[in-house]
């Protein structure tokens, strides 16, 4: 099983190349596992990613934004059941993570919806997912791309 | 004497309060509610409508009497729900093994100005070989969806596209064509290949 422990700004300073970014105190406790998705059919369909989003900090985070070169309209939408059986889906908006909890984005529930796919996703690539949250700080996260009947991170 | 009344008027609007509330009961939960059992798909053998399946053969309710049947609505460019409901039916079709081979396994898309018969033949073709896909024009979709008493509705999205909203239940019916029973989405997945059998069995005292 992988695990993809990443820091953020610590990162962003070594691939920017010493670009000046504030010390910030929340992604540094952020930590993302078991990230997956599925491959696409073509580029006209969203795709989604999921993962585990621990906050390992003493102060909540709040994961406000998403950007990945993969796709222009990378976004949290959240699938909701209603008691007919009736699936939709929509925008989550911004998810609160309490200090020593974590968001689970799987199917059926919260997810990255990868909008406007610049490229297929193929099985057994991997791409870059950004996590921004509101005091400014980001998590970068290698997510691997799976076969389109993948259930789950070890599939 | 003031404070009686006061206490009188209290008394009179949590009786109120508790008869409204009552009576809303009664009208969603309770006995004056719908009956749930309108809800339920009809047998397949009173259903009417036309399809084409992903290899481009011309379908119909009928094409399903005799074996038991497992049916799914979705659409292909549905991101999360519809790859995990068959990667999961794929799994159950594993778990069966060569009683999969007696069943009808079909997967209906709700999204037939995109899904056509040469995209949905893609989409099953990722996922376990007995799932058959039916596509066809939107009024007999409506049809199928109306027997099975599913619903589906076109949502626009912001990135200008649209999305379906969906009945993401996996209906399974008798080899007579009679309703057995659902595999809902929220329900735990290892209760999911008992029902399966049991829709099997089903077929077994039909036979008898």
Known sequence: MKKYILTSTLAALLTLGGLSVPALAGPEDVVVENAWSRASIGMNRPGAAYMK??????????????TTPLAMMPEIHETKTNAEGVSSMSPAGEIAIAPGESVALEPGGLHAMLMRLQEPMTEGDTFPLTLLFDDGGEVTVEVPILGIAARGPED | MRRRAIL?????????????LFVGWWQVDGPGGAEPVG????????????LTDHEGNAVGPETLIGRPTMAFFGFTYCPDVCPTTLSDISGWLDDLGDEADEMNVV?????????????????????HPGIRGWTGPEEQIARVADGFRATYERVPTESGDYTMNHTASVFLFAASGRFVTMIDYHEPREFAVPKIRRALAEEMEGAT
């Not at chain 2, 009188?8 to 409204?20: I, P, S, T």
């Open chain 1, 53 to 66: 989003i621990r906050n390992t900090g003493d102060e909540p985070v709040t994961l406000i934004d998403l």
């Open chain 2, 8 to 20: 009188g008027y209290g008394a009179a609007g949590v009786g109120a309060v508790a008869l409204m």
């Open chain 2, 39 to 50: 809800q339920r798909p009809v047998a397949l053998t009173e259903m009417d409508f036309r």
């Open chain 2, 107 to 127: 997967f209906i898309t709700v999204d037939p100005e995109r899904d056509t018969v040469e995209t949905v033949a893609e989409y099953v073709g990722y996922f």
